[in-house]
């Protein structure tokens, strides 16, 4: 059997504020489980420069059975969205060869002045609506259990999307000048309805 490996990029910035630093965490696993433990992860920008490396861990990830794993720091970009390419290299006993890569998009902006706080209910039933994905522009966040969210934005004017499995809003114009606060509901999508296809 071949021993692949896998390589995955998680918790980037959505966005990440242009001229500082963020971070990010990528981890590997192969299909026999062995350990990758001292393996180095490369993050390169679109010239090739490595611009962050870290050393995955001694152990797995928890919750997981051999996906090891590093934190990795990096300087964000100017204003602008940026591409990277994530490598995983063998470590001093990892065998020759054995690595692969991935890649990851960033969009900087300037530094948010602003706070936006949102509040999602259910139409019908007025009950707080978590795990729904607010976008405004380059900005999300998710609404927790008691459907709050808060955004840290930049001055503009934007179309605020809504987003929840089975529930429907529609796009709202926001024009954000100063902190600001939103109550928003979301219509919930019966299965026989006619649009259900297209929110699940």
């Not at 998680?10 to 990010?24: L, T």
């Not at 928890?62 to 994530?86: F, N």
């Not at 002045?113 to 259910?122: F, G, N, P």
């Not at 019908?124 to 459907?147: K, M, N, Q, Y």
Request: glycine share 8%; hydrophobic share 40%.
């Amino acid at each position: 059997m071949t021993d692949t490996i896998s390589l995955a990029v998680w918790d980037v910035p959505m966005p990440a504020v242009a001229g500082e630093r963020f971070a990010i965490k990528a981890g590997a696993s192969c299909t026999s489980g062995r350990s990758l433990a001292g393996y180095r992860v490369e993050v390169s920008d679109t010239a090739g420069t490595v611009v962050a490396s870290e050393t995955l861990g001694n152990a797995p990830l928890p919750g997981t059975e051999a996906l090891y794993w590093a934190a990795i720091d990096l300087p964000a970009p100017e204003q602008r969205t940026t591409e990277y390419s994530v490598r995983l290299v063998a470590g001093r006993d990892g065998p020759a060869g054995d690595a692969v890569a991935s890649r990851f998009s960033v969009v900087a902006v300037a530094k948010p002045q602003h706070r936006l706080a949102i509040k999602v209910t259910e139409q019908d039933t007025s009950a707080p609506l978590g795990g729904v994905e607010v976008r405004l522009g380059p900005f999300h966040a998710r609404t927790d259990a008691a459907g709050r969210a808060e955004l840290r934005v930049c001055p503009g004017a934007y179309q605020l999307q809504l987003w929840r499995n089975a529930h429907i809003a529609p796009a709202k114009p926001v024009t954000i000048d100063a902190d600001v606060s939103l109550e928003l509901t979301m219509v919930h999508v019966p299965e026989d309805h006619p649009d259900a296809r297209w929110v699940r």
